[in-house]
Structures are given as C-alpha cells and as structure tokens.
C-alpha cells in the first residue's frame, strides 16, 4: 500500500512534466507558423514589386531600343548630321549603365537619370527633324510614336511600382522581429515618390 501511494505523486508529476513540454511544443510550433506565414506573404509581396519594376525597365529598355532604331533609319537618309548622329549613338550605348538601381537609388540619381533622358530624345528628335529624306522612310513616325508613348508611361509604371513597395515595406516592418535572421534577406525598398515626414 505504501508502495502505491509513492509511486501516484510520481505518476502526477511525469504527467504534469510531459503536459509542459506538450505547451511549449505547441507554442514553439504555433510560432514558427506565424513566422513562415508571414514570410510566405512577404515573399509575395516582394514578387510583386520586383515584376512591376521589371515591366518598367523593360519599356525602358524597349524606349532606348527605339531610339537607336530611329537613328538607323536616319543613317538611311543621303544627308544628316554626322557628328550628331556618332554622339548619340554613342551616348545611347551608355544608357543603361547611367540608370538607377532598384536597391541603392536616391531622388538625386533618378532626378539625373530622368534630366539625361530627356535630353537624349529631344536631340534624337532634333536630329530627325533636320533630316529631310525621313519622311520617306515611314518607320521613322511609328518610332516617334512608340518613343513618346514609352516616355509618358514613366509616371504610371513608377506609380506602380510604388504601390507594390509601399505595401512591401509596410508588412516588412511589421513582421521583421517574427522572422530573425530572415529579415536580413529582405532589405527595405527604396520608392519614386517622395515622402515627407508626417
């Protein structure tokens, strides 16, 4: 009988140490959901802004494409402006490289970079314009054309990408303490629009 009354507050406390462990099991667990959901989340809303900002660079890309185009519809011509023409077609190699980049842009380089551009297809057009053959060459408008539609969608493929990186930061600054070290994978993004303190 002494022995069974010895072995019950046993039996109690291994239930009652197995019944902890069961609770911190269960939160660690619970935990670690959170964290991969908030992860998995994040993770899509990086997604997002990396496509809106590879949509933009592409018509980027495509506009500067545009340009050297036209001034190889221009070499066509009998008479142009040589110098001109070797400058531009220069400069338009460079281009890319001048451009801003997603994770270290500043207001100053996309300032720049928007400043360089607009200079660069103002001579283009001046270049066309002062060659008389290119009206027989009828690629020439279309190229006007696409150039001009690409240099007003700026705004809106930025205004874009900015709703993206907004709803990015956002959820990154309040999930980064859950995620630890993960965090460091996702950098905070910089934005097109300026902000001014609230």
């Not at 996309?110 to 057009?125: E, G, H, M, P, W």
């Not at 900015?162 to 460091?184: H, I, P, R, S």
Request: one cysteine or more; glycine letters at 2%.
């Amino acid at each position: 009988m002494k022995k069974f009354i010895f072995v019950i507050p046993i039996l109690l406390l291994m239930v009652a140490m197995i019944s902890c462990e069961k609770k911190s099991t269960t939160t660690t667990t619970d935990t670690t959901k959170v964290a991969d959901s908030s992860l998995v989340k994040l993770k899509s809303l990086r997604d997002s802004a990396d496509k809106a900002w590879g949509i933009m660079i592409k018509s980027d890309d495509q506009k500067i494409s545009d340009m050297t185009r036209l001034l190889q519809e221009i070499s066509y011509c009998k008479k142009y402006n040589v110098l001109l023409m070797d400058s531009l077609n220069a400069v338009l190699k460079t281009m890319k490289d001048k451009r801003y980049n997603q994770l270290t842009m500043t207001s100053a380089e996309i300032d720049q970079y928007d400043a360089f551009t607009d200079l660069v297809i103002s001579r283009v057009r001046y270049l066309g314009s002062t060659t008389k053959d290119l009206k027989e060459h009828p690629l020439a408008e279309t190229l006007y054309t696409d150039i001009a539609t690409a240099d007003n969608d700026v705004v809106r493929y930025r205004n874009l990408y900015d709703k993206f990186t907004f709803a990015y930061n956002d959820y990154l600054e309040k999930v980064k303490n859950q995620l630890g070290d993960k965090a460091k994978d996702y950098p905070k993004l910089n934005v097109f629009t300026i902000q001014t303190p609230a």
